[in-house]
C-alpha cells in the first residue's frame, strides 16, 4: 500500500512539473548560411506533453530530402522535468539568395501554437564530394578548430591572449579528443592560462550555431617587431556522424570515425614602441602601472637597519623590465635587494605587484637624504609614456658615532688602521726564501726508505713469533689473567676504605676470582676446605 502511495505521489508531481511548463514551440537550424548544393537541418520541437495535430510550414524555396523524422525525450534531473517533442526535415534550397522559413503550428489543448520564422542565406555552390553523406565530408563541416587572438597588432611588450576552440555542431557527437601536436609560440614570452575544466557553452561560428569548448589559453607578450607566427594545433578525434540511414524506429544511424583537425596559423605584427618622447630611464615597462618608495624606518640608532621598498603594481608585463635602483648616501651601508613577486596571469596581461627590498645600515649619527627615484612605462592604451616620481626621503640617526669633517684644503696625515683582514701596514723588510729544490732521487730521506723495509721485516717476524709462543703458554696466560683481575679488584676494595662492608665485600670479590683464574676451579667449588686441600697440593 505504501509503495502503491508513492508512486502515485510521484505521477502526480512529475505530471504538475509537466503541466506547469508554457508550451512554446521552438525551430533550430543546423546552418543559417550554406552554398546552393548544400543540405540543412531543421528541427521544430515542442517542450509540452498531449501536442497533436503538427503542422509543417510549405518550404516553398527547399526541396524536402529527408522528414519528417519524430522523436519524443523525458528526463528527470535534481526534481526538474524536462519533456521534447521533435520533428525533423532534412532541406536542400532551390535557389539563392535570402530565403525564409515559415512558422510550422501544432495544437495543444485545442489551442495552436506556431514557431518563429527563420531567415536562411543561401550562396553560391560549394565543392562537395559526389556522396554528400562521406562521414569525413560531414565531420569537416561540422567541426572546427579554431584559434582565436585577442589582438593582431600588439606594441612589443603588450600581452595579448590566443585561445583555441573546438566547434561542433549539433549534428555530430564527439567521443574522444587527444592534443597530436601543441602549438608554438616563438618569439612571444609566454604563460598558459588555467581553465576550469572544459564546460560546453553555445556561441556562433560563421553565422551558425554551435557548440564550443576552449581547449587552451594563454597569455602571450611579444618581445619583437615584425611578423610572428602562432603555428597550428593538431588534434584527433573520435566523431560519429550520421550516415543518412534510420533504424527501424526512424532513428538516424551514426557512424564512429577518428580525423584529425588542425588550426589555421596564426600571424601577429608586433609594433616597435615609439622612439619620439622615450624617457631616458624607460627599462621596458608596458601596461599600466602604479610606484611607490617607502621608509620602513626614518629615525635609528647606528648599526640599526632599515628597509627600503620599491614596488611597482598594476597590469602589464611585470616579468620582463627591471625596477629602478635606489641610491643612498656613503654613509648608509646598502645591501642587494631581495625580490618579491605576487603575480597572476589574467587574460590581457599579468597583474599584480614586483617589489625590491633593501636593507640599509648606517654607520654615524646625522640626517641623510635618499634622492627621489623616478619609474616610466608606455601605456599602449594611451599609446604614451609615462612618468611616475617619489618624493625624497630622510633617514635621522639620532645616536652613534660623529662623522668628523673636515677642510676640503686641510691634508691630514693619519695612521692606517689594520681593521680585521681588509687593510695591513705596508711591510718594510721581506725574508726572502729560496725556491731551489734537491731531487728526492739519492737523497738521504731516499736511502733510509730503501733501507727501512730490510730493518722492519725482521722486527716484525721477531715480535710475531713472541706473541704465538705467549698465547700457546696456557698456563702463563691464566696468570696474568688472574694478577689482572686481582689488581683490578683490589683497587675497587680500595676505594671502600673506610666502608667496612663494602671494603670486604670487593675484597672478597677480588679473592674469588683471583683464586678462579689462578687454581683454575669454578666459583661454586671454592670453600674454604677445598681451598686448603688445593694448596697443600701445589705446595
Not at 566523431?239 to 570515425?257: E, H, L, Q, S, W
Not at 677642510?407 to 689594520?418: E, G, L, P, R, Y
Amino acid at each position: 500500500m505504501k509503495l502503491k502511495f508513492y508512486i502515485s505521489i510521484f505521477i502526480s508531481i512529475l505530471t504538475l512539473s509537466v503541466a506547469a511548463q508554457q508550451p512554446v514551440l521552438e525551430v533550430t537550424v543546423s546552418k543559417n548560411k550554406l552554398g546552393l548544393n548544400q543540405r540543412l537541418r531543421v528541427e521544430f520541437s515542442i517542450n509540452k506533453q498531449g501536442a497533436d495535430n503538427f503542422t509543417p510550414p510549405k518550404f516553398s524555396n527547399f526541396k524536402v530530402i529527408q522528414g519528417p523524422s519524430q522523436s519524443v525525450s523525458q528526463s528527470w534531473i535534481n526534481g526538474k522535468v524536462s519533456f521534447s517533442q521533435s520533428y525533423t526535415y532534412i532541406l536542400t534550397p532551390k535557389r539563392k539568395g535570402e530565403l525564409i522559413i515559415d512558422p510550422a503550428s501544432i495544437y495543444i489543448n485545442g489551442t495552436a501554437i506556431d514557431s518563429k520564422m527563420v531567415k536562411i542565406i543561401v550562396l553560391d555552390p560549394i565543392d562537395i564530394p559526389e556522396n554528400p553523406n562521406d562521414p569525413d565530408y560531414i565531420a569537416q563541416q561540422n567541426i572546427h578548430l579554431i584559434a582565436e587572438i585577442s589582438k593582431s597588432q600588439p606594441y612589443v611588450g603588450e600581452g595579448i591572449y590566443v585561445e583555441y576552440r573546438l566547434y561542433v555542431s549539433e549534428n555530430v557527437s564527439v567521443y574522444d579528443t587527444s592534443v597530436t601536436e601543441a602549438p608554438k609560440y616563438n618569439g612571444f614570452w609566454n604563460q598558459e592560462i588555467k581553465i576550469n575544466g572544459f564546460p560546453v557553452k553555445m556561441g556562433e561560428y560563421n553565422g551558425e550555431n554551435y557548440r564550443y569548448i576552449v581547449l587552451q589559453k594563454a597569455l602571450l607578450i611579444p618581445t619583437k617587431t615584425g611578423k610572428l607566427t602562432l603555428d597550428p594545433m593538431k588534434m584527433d578525434i573520435v566523431i560519429g556522424v550520421p550516415t543518412g540511414r534510420a533504424d527501424f524506429f526512424g532513428n538516424v544511424i551514426t557512424k564512429n570515425i577518428r580525423k584529425e583537425f588542425a588550426s589555421a596559423k596564426k600571424v601577429i605584427n608586433p609594433k616597435g614602441l615609439p622612439i619620439s618622447q622615450k624617457p631616458e630611464d624607460f627599462a621596458g615597462a608596458v601596461g599600466q602601472f602604479n610606484f611607490d618608495v617607502s621608509l620602513s624606518k626614518d629615525i635609528l640608532k647606528a648599526n640599526e637597519s632599515s628597509q627600503i621598498k620599491v614596488a611597482v603594481s598594476g597590469k602589464g608585463n611585470l616579468k620582463l623590465f627591471e625596477l629602478p635602483t635606489v641610491k643612498t648616501p656613503s654613509e648608509l651601508e646598502k645591501y642587494q635587494p631581495e625580490r618579491k613577486e605576487k603575480v597572476r596571469v589574467a587574460t590581457d596581461g599579468l597583474t599584480g605587484s614586483v617589489t625590491d627590498i633593501y636593507t640599509v645600515v648606517p654607520q654615524y649619527k646625522g640626517k641623510y637624504k635618499i634622492p627621489s627615484v623616478s619609474f616610466s612605462y608606455f601605456n599602449p592604451k594611451t599609446e604614451k609614456y609615462a612618468t611616475i616620481s617619489t618624493n625624497d626621503l630622510f633617514v635621522d640617526v639620532t645616536e652613534g658615532k660623529q662623522l668628523i669633517t673636515k677642510d676640503a684644503n686641510t691634508v691630514a696625515k693619519q695612521n692606517v688602521v689594520s681593521t680585521g683582514k681588509n687593510f695591513r701596514y705596508i711591510q718594510t723588510t721581506t725574508a726572502f726564501v729560496s725556491k731551489e729544490t734537491t731531487d728526492f732521487y739519492k737523497s738521504n730521506s731516499f736511502y733510509i726508505l730503501l733501507l727501512l723495509p730490510l730493518v722492519l721485516i725482521p722486527v716484525g717476524i721477531i715480535i710475531a713469533k713472541n706473541n704465538e709462543k705467549r698465547n700457546n703458554d696456557v698456563i702463563g696466560t691464566k696468570q696474568r689473567k688472574a694478577e689482572r683481575l686481582a689488581k683490578k679488584y683490589l683497587s675497587e676494595a680500595q676505594k671502600q676504605l673506610g666502608k667496612k662492608e663494602a671494603f670486604y665485600e670487593a675484597l672478597e670479590r677480588a679473592l674469588h676470582n683471583y683464586l678462579k683464574a689462578k687454581l683454575t676451579v669454578e666459583i661454586a667449588d671454592i670453600s674454604k676446605e677445598n681451598i686448603t686441600k688445593i694448596l697443600q697440593i701445589e705446595m
